[in-house]
């Protein structure tokens, strides 16, 4: 028995979120989360300008500030550097930076308006993500690295997999999602049915479930 991260509660297809970030009519990829170079965000940037060709309308958002410890020992190096290698890709109109910690409800509303959200972290061994959770919980079509969690939470058709440190493998299974929405509608409720699981109330009810089994173990024991 495990209990899954939690995730706040929020709808399939919302109506109005593209339009409460003034994105309507885009077409949103997004990631998420304090910023550092574990994130790999590097090579999702690196996989956008064939997808930008073929599909003008898409813009990618990179939201969320710099870890403060990385931060603190780096200074806002890696984020300058994404920002660089933006500008030699010319993909300034396409590529935007959200530099703020978000509130939850800003948080769920950027998630809302993304239609394919990534996750390119380069550590194998990550065995939770709470990025990744949210992005599960808001039924997106998602693309992960195959960490130990997005193997385990990915699985039976809830998202795609690519490589590791790979623009072509992320390129392509962009151009999978974008040019089938059937299929991107499929990994959406999918998604979205597995995270029902991890709303926070079902998750206080695991916790309580829990909580009685210690209380009556040690009850036996007395």
């Not at 130990?148 to 623009?167: C, H, M, Q, T, W």
Request: net charge positive.
């Amino acid at each position: 028995f495990y209990i899954p991260h939690g995730v706040p509660q929020s709808q399939l297809y919302p109506n109005d979120a593209k339009e409460k970030i003034n994105l309507k009519n885009r077409v949103i990829l997004s990631t998420f989360g304090l910023l550092s170079s574990g994130k790999g965000i590097e090579y999702v940037i690196e996989a956008l300008p064939p997808i930008i060709k073929k599909y003008p309308g898409v813009i990618y958002l990179i939201i969320g500030e710099t870890h403060p410890q990385v931060r603190k020992k780096e200074g806002e190096s890696y984020r300058n550097k994404l920002k660089h290698l933006v500008e030699s890709l010319g993909l300034s109109k396409n590529v935007k930076f959200c530099n703020k910690y978000l509130t939850l409800k800003e948080l769920v509303t950027y998630l809302s308006a993304t239609d394919i959200y990534v996750s390119a972290s380069l550590d194998k061994n990550q065995i939770v993500s709470g990025t990744l959770s949210y992005a599960l919980g808001c039924g997106k079509a998602i693309i992960s690295t195959p960490t130990i969690y997005a193997i385990e939470v990915l699985s039976k058709e809830r998202g795609i997999l690519v490589d590791f440190r790979n623009p072509l493998s992320i390129r392509n299974a962009l151009n999978e999602i974008l040019s089938d929405n059937e299929l991107k509608e499929k990994l959406e409720k999918n998604a979205y049915e597995f995270g029902r699981k991890m709303v926070w109330t079902n998750i206080a009810t695991n916790y309580l479930k829990v909580f009685n089994k210690v209380i009556k173990l040690r009850e036996d024991v007395i």
